[in-house]
């Protein structure tokens, strides 16, 4: 949990979630697993404000309690999970991906449950139908079914999971027996997956349309009343909450990332093959696999979807035939395509020849580097000394005698991969911090603008609805200005280009963070 | 290699001073009369040594006059070593003596002992030349005089001084009629010390526009994805002729001049490379083995960080919220942001 890291935590817990919570937030993360008391007295919080904050963090997964550190009988601690806050940053992409996949429906029902951290099945697929059906022509609306069968979709190719089940209170734990819980004793919280029923529908039947929510009406039938109360009946899967699944989205992230960077090394005929070995191992292989399963090219053969003819010699040329991905070599791959890519765009080509230079031949003297880049003797060595400065090259020394004379010693440069790309990644998270601080303060500096556009959108929305004449509609129109109008627009446009580099430096990240976790694992 | 034997005769520098007529063939000519006294022992293993161009041995010498002592064998050697006339060498079996090349042993004429021992040295630091200092070690002779000497050899016409690209005021020094070794001038890529880097990227360019061109050309012919893979490909021998005929280069070069140029292109990410087994014999093939290159895309765009001008930012760790250099008021963002 680095500086930058907390400080990204913290801008984003405050756009979501409000002031309170990022104190609270960030003091968690900052300061390890603490119980409540600590809390509201350190953040000088009332300590109900603290009980709310705290409740939100654990709907949406952000914080975990688990038993004190001092045995059964301590109070709970709560601890922070500063991944899971970085996680927000990502969510637009989700919410995306499901709608390449699953069309609107998918994506709603993923924001949605994005938004509320943890959600039934019912209650999600009730307000997907009622939020498409205000989106239809009148007369129009959503059958439940299809969103239920949306959502089994989802289930199925593991987008969504269980929540896992809540352990059982510290009271309760002696009288349990080990064999049918897990002990609260125990400090890891249950994982989802620990929990077999993780995938499995519940056994219910939902039937019904999407309600058309009316803004003008109030004065519901009295029949409004009635379902109002029938809704709110149970409708058996109390207790089974469902929340998305990150690491599934991740490695889907993952395998396109590897597609595409195989279709522009190869051709378009590679890279579908390597789709569809990845598709059919997707839900085969844990996240962390080094190796996908080998497949036969047989069952290569048979997935492969009809209108890409190939013939089978052409598919037996292209790969072993028993075909086999690795992962972690893919990973690293791209981890390095990145880092060439910055040192490219940051210090220049031939920089980035240098950088390539060190990566691939490891350790070399500073002679040697000229000779293999055909650079000048001096402006290698400027580029060198750059950026050793910048910590991207290291200098390596070994001594040809004992008193490390410098005249004597041999100064070798190198690239390590690993220390730089937790570098850069360092780098990314400051950058987001400071796109989203930038996007706050262009926010703040036309506030006045802003609200007065937005006041006057109001007054037109509801002259327009109480029917007023079109002169009036003008002339509230014409209380924004030209230049006004301008700054508008340019504000918007501000606005909008901050967010879309957040979320592409949201892509250099999770390549790097899938890169050095895969290291990590091994 | 001069010897220094113990019994040398001080007559030695007496006789380096005679002029000798110049020899264009090895004609013995020192039956003239002004060699000393000694002459016939002398002259004998001079016509001996001419009977063998490429050296005798002390085993030899013994076997062909057996009646000459070991003193007497090595006093004519001697002669024969200071008149300039023999070299000795040393192989696994012992000494060797060798005639000397005739127009070498003209130019030593009006030398000294000094100066040869000063020539043989650089002499035998072949095409790379040697530096004063380690003339200076080898001959065990002090600086003046080497000066001294080098500036005479040097006005004769016998070595030259060649810049060291390496270390730009370093001298080496070398025999007048030789090429300097590449590692000193640099070979191709310098002209006068100078490195030449339009040049280099002139070369770059066009190999790179050759490989890509084969890949394009290789891609629009349909044909199985291995077929065009294959086809692709272009050997470092081909990319050397294509080179070669464009004729943009002055200079000769060579496939390895190629070979390092293509690297270049590795480094830049534009390029691949594969080695092949291939028959000797087969054109291009060095060593049984082909270098294969073919242009490549790079294997993802750049990428999101550098979208940002926090990605390129000189500034970026001086930045801090609240600080002089921070994100609400930085300069660069505001230009990105309006562009």
């Not at chain 1, 979630?17 to 007295?41: K, M, P, S």
């Not at chain 2, 390129?312 to 760790?317: K, M, N, S």
Request: proline share 5%; charged share 25%.
């Amino acid at each position: 949990m680095t500086a930058q890291e907390v400080r990204l935590c913290g801008l984003l817990l405050q756009e979501h979630f409000g002031e309170v919570v990022e104190r609270i937030g960030t003091h968690l993360l900052r300061g390890g697993a603490q119980n409540l008391r600590t809390i509201a007295n350190e953040t000088n919080t009332p300590l109900d404000l603290v009980k709310k904050s705290l409740c939100v963090l654990v709907q949406h997964g952000v914080c975990d309690f688990g038993s004190g550190r001092r045995g059964p009988g301590s109070p709970v601690e709560y601890r922070g999970n500063c991944e899971r806050v970085l996680r927000i940053l990502r969510y637009p992409r989700y919410i995306y991906t499901a709608k390449t996949l699953y069309g609107d429906t998918g994506e709603l029902i993923v924001e949605e449950v994005l938004q509320r951290g943890h959600m039934t099945m019912s209650n999600t697929v009730k307000t997907v139908a009622d939020r498409l059906t205000h989106n239809m022509e009148e007369g129009r609306s959503m059958e439940y079914s299809e969103v239920v069968s949306s959502f089994s979709k989802l289930v199925e190719t593991h987008f969504l999971q269980r929540c896992p089940p809540v352990a059982e209170t510290a009271t309760a734990a002696p009288s349990a027996t080990p064999a049918t819980h897990r002990t609260p004793a125990s400090v890891t919280p249950p994982t989802a997956e620990s929990n077999p029923d993780c995938y499995k529908l519940p056994p219910v039947t939902l039937t019904g349309r999407g309600k058309r929510r009316r803004s003008s009406d109030d004065g519901e039938e009295p029949g409004g009343v009635k379902k109002a109360k029938m809704d709110s009946e149970s409708c058996g899967d109390e207790g089974i909450y469902w929340q998305v699944n990150f690491e599934r989205f991740h490695q889907h992230f993952r395998d396109q990332a590897i597609i595409s960077a195989v279709a522009s090394k190869l051709d378009q005929t590679s890279s579908e093959i390597v789709r569809t070995m990845l598709r059919m191992s997707e839900v085969t292989t844990t996240p962390t696999a080094a190796y996908t399963q080998p497949l036969s090219a047989n069952e290569i053969f048979r997935s492969l979807p009809p209108n890409y003819s190939i013939s089978r010699p052409i598919l037996d040329q292209g790969g072993s035939l028993t075909g086999r991905s690795d992962l972690h070599r893919a990973l690293a791959n791209l981890a390095r395509a990145t880092l060439e890519s910055v040192v490219q765009e940051r210090f220049g080509s031939r920089s980035a020849r240098i950088f390539r230079l060190l990566l691939r031949k490891r350790h070399l003297e500073q002679k040697q580097v000229e000779d293999f880049a055909m650079i000048p003797a001096k402006e290698a060595k400027d580029m060198l000394y750059t950026l050793l400065s910048e910590n991207l090259v290291q200098l390596q020394e070994i001594p040809k005698t004992p008193d490390h004379a410098p005249s004597r010693t041999f100064y070798l440069y190198t690239v390590n991969q690993l220390p730089t790309a937790r570098l850069l990644l360092q780098h990314c998270y400051k950058t987001v911090a400071n796109l989203i601080e930038r996007r706050l303060f262009e926010t703040k500096e036309n506030k006045r603008l802003l609200e007065k556009s937005q006041r006057i959108e109001a007054i037109l929305a509801s002259l327009q609805a109480s029917g007023a004449e079109p002169e009036q509609l003008t002339e509230v129109e014409e209380m924004i200005t030209a230049p006004e109008r301008q700054q508008l627009e340019a504000l918007r446009h501000h606005i909008n280009k901050l967010d879309s580099t957040e979320n592409q430096v949201d892509e250099t990240i999770f390549l790097l963070e899938s890169y050095i976790i895969s290291t990590k694992s091994k | 290699m001069v010897c220094i034997f113990k019994n040398v005769t001080p007559l030695a520098e007496h006789y380096s001073k005679l002029t000798f007529p110049h020899v264009s063939t090895k004609t013995v000519q020192l039956t003239s009369g002004k060699i000393a006294i000694k002459s016939s022992n002398t002259i004998l293993l001079y016509e001996l040594c001419q009977q063998f161009p490429h050296g005798i041995t002390d085993q030899v010498i013994q076997n062909d006059m057996p009646h000459l002592e070991a003193q007497q064998r090595a006093m004519a050697i001697n002669r024969l070593l200071s008149l300039g006339q023999l070299d000795l060498l040393r192989n696994s079996s012992g000494l060797l003596y060798r005639m000397k090349d005739a127009q070498t042993a003209s130019k030593m004429k009006g030398s000294d002992n000094q100066e040869k021992l000063v020539y043989q040295v650089i002499e035998d630091a072949g095409n790379k030349g040697i530096w004063s200092r380690d003339i200076r070690y080898k001959s065990n002779l002090p600086l003046t005089e080497i000066n001294k000497i080098l500036k005479n050899l040097e006005s004769k016409k016998l070595i030259k001084a060649v810049k060291s690209v390496a270390a730009s005021k370093k001298k080496v020094y070398m025999l007048y009629n030789l090429q300097p070794d590449r590692s000193v001038t640099g070979g191709a890529w310098y002209s006068d010390q100078d490195f030449e880097s339009e040049f280099v990227e002139v070369l770059n360019q066009q190999c790179f526009k050759f490989l890509q061109s084969k890949a394009e050309v290789a891609r629009d012919s349909k044909q199985s994805p291995m077929v065009q893979r294959n086809s692709s490909f272009a050997t470092s021998h081909e990319v050397w002729k294509y080179i070669c005929e464009l004729g943009i280069s002055k200079v000769d070069l060579s496939m390895e001049d190629i070979e390092t140029i293509l690297n270049t292109l590795i480094y830049d990410g534009k390029v691949e490379m594969t080695i092949i087994a291939a028959k000797e014999g087969t054109v291009g093939s060095v060593d049984g083995q082909m270098k294969l290159y073919r242009g490549v895309n790079p294997i993802i765009q750049p990428t999101g960080l550098v979208k940002a001008p926090c990605g390129l930012c000189p500034v970026f760790d001086d930045c801090h919220e609240g600080g002089e250099i921070s994100p609400s008021n930085c300069v660069y963002m505001a230009e990105w942001l309006d562009f």
